[in-house]
């Protein structure tokens, strides 16, 4: 299996008035060429300063206070600067972002933002033009009428897929989606992950989506990571995480999903409130919201362990909870 993207102990920080917010901290993680991950967690657990830190455009007063990331074995991404940083974006390394549609410029046709990205990175732009409708197309889009519409002619479900589409246009190897279909109905985002897993298996290229909801891109991704006030706590294949979560507070995202037939009363939100970053001690982040709690949590960061089923997690009481379930 070829690495594409390798992040090692990423940290990301935001000094305020009350305190240093560590929104990010020691995040390490990796994807093979043609894996789906998905990132998710609560609102304020850090994906998107991931995703920012990725392409190392952490918004001020942000700053990436240390780790690394290597694109296919590359040199540390966060020591490239300039013209080769600029354009690895959409080459290399995509994103969409949460309405995304939004980010489309109001004044230009579609056909102009094709032409306006192409020449900014140098490519054909008839190439370009032609790849664009064969990916609108794909989008199960009306291609050429798209590629004519100024944005506002387009509704809220077009306008993601031709954000998807222009993300998709200079052949990255990766493309990270920030929540990627919540400006969508039910059936659109449905579409819109099928047709993206149907791109990834067709290409090769890798994706990650960051959502707050794990049950939308349970289907799509191979691997999920849950994120916790900055932290990673629970990782591993979907179907393990989703079937036999371990952390207590992955079970506690899994346990608020509503069922889609049935009794919906069994669904229980997380008690407790998301943690103050700044205010995060030494120990267990999730430690005045977990139902395990002991008073080591309290004090003793949580080390992260190997489990067998590919599953690793940050919990000192996780592995008894798995003997517990049997
Ligand atoms: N510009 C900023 N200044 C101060 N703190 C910030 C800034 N941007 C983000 N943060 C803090 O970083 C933390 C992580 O934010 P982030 O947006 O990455 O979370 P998220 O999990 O993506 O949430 P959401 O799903 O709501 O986007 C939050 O606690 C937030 O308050």
């Known amino acids: 299996m070829e690495t594409v993207l390798d992040v090692q102990n990423l940290s990301i920080e935001f000094p305020t008035e009350t305190g240093v917010v560590r929104a990010v901290k020691n995040v390490s ?16 657990s850090g994906k998107s300063t991931i995703a920012f830190g990725l392409f190392n455009s952490v918004p001020e007063p942000g700053r990436i206070a240390g780790g690394e990331v290597h694109f296919m074995g590359g040199p540390n991404f966060l020591d490239v600067k300039g013209e080769t940083q600029r354009r690895f974006y959409w080459s290399k390394l995509s994103m969409v972002f949460q309405a995304s549609q939004n980010t489309l410029n109001p004044l230009l046709r579609i056909r102009r933002q094709v032409e306006d990205i ?37 509704s809220g479900g077009m306008k993601q897929r031709v954000s998807i589409g222009l993300a998709l246009l200079l052949d990255p190897e990766v493309i990270v989606f920030d929540e990627p279909t919540t400006a969508l109905d039910v059936i659109s ?38 994120m916790y006030a900055g932290q990673v706590v629970e990782r591993g294949p979907v179907s393990q995480v989703m079937l036999n979560p371990t952390h207590p507070y992955t079970r506690g995202l899994i346990g608020s999903i ?17 943690v103050q970053l700044s205010k995060v001690s030494g120990g267990c982040p999730f ?28 919990c000192h009481f996780a592995k008894r909870e798995v003997t517990l379930q049997g």
């Open 118 to 154: 192409a020449e900014a990175h140098r490519v054909d732009k008839k190439k370009a033009k032609a790849k664009a409708l064969e990916l609108f197309d794909m989008m199960h889009l009306d291609a050429n009428r798209v590629m004519n519409a100024y944005p506002h002619e387009l």
């Open 29 to 44: 993680f990796q994807i093979q060429k043609g894996e789906s991950l998905g990132i998710v967690g609560e609102s304020g």
């Open 258 to 274: 509503p069922p889609l037939v049935g009794d919906v009363t069994h669904t229980r939100a997380i008690s407790g409130n998301p």
């Open 287 to 314: 430690y005045a919201r977990c139902e395990l709690r002991q008073p080591k949590c309290l004090d003793v960061a949580p080390p992260w362990m190997e489990l067998d089923n590919d599953v690793a997690v940050a």
């Open 189 to 226: 985002q449905a579409s819109v992950l099928q047709i993206l897993n149907q791109i990834r298996k067709e290409s090769g290229i890798s994706l990650i989506f960051i959502t707050h909801d794990i049950s939308v891109i349970s289907e799509v991704v191979d691997t999920v990571m849950v």
